[in-house]
């Protein structure tokens, strides 16, 4: 019979979750390709200031489902870190190392 896996092996099995994008980070996501294409030049910053401008000028309601998904996002989120958590994991442990 095997034995069961030590405490290390365990910890190195489990993954802290990230966090959730923000409902930009998602738009953005999405049309990316597009806004390279618009601002004619694959640079990020180009890319980056026609986004922002795109973001600012729509409405609240074409935010809204970007808005809704990150707020599902950010509620699994909470219930994997809080099984992490509970799994023997340090929250924040990941980033300092």
């Keep these: 019979p095997r034995s069961p896996p030590t405490r290390t092996a365990r ?9 959730s994008p923000n409902p930009y980070c998602l738009w953005l996501s999405e049309n990316r390709e ?3 294409k618009e601002s ?5 910053g180009g890319v980056g200031k026609l986004a922002g401008q795109k973001w600012r ?6 935010k809204k ?8 996002l950010s509620k699994e989120y909470a219930k994997k870190m809080a099984d ?3 799994g023997g994991g340090v929250k924040g ?5």
Aim: negative net charge; aromatic residues 6%; without cysteine.
């Design 11 to 19: 910890m190195d099995a489990l993954e802290e979750p990230t966090k």
């Design 34 to 36: 597009r806004l390279t």
């Design 40 to 44: 004619g030049s694959g640079g990020t």
């Design 57 to 62: 000028l729509m409405s609240d309601a074409a």
């Design 65 to 72: 489902p970007y808005q809704t998904k990150t707020a599902d």
């Design 84 to 86: 992490f958590v509970a």
């Design 93 to 97: 442990k990941g980033r300092a190392e």
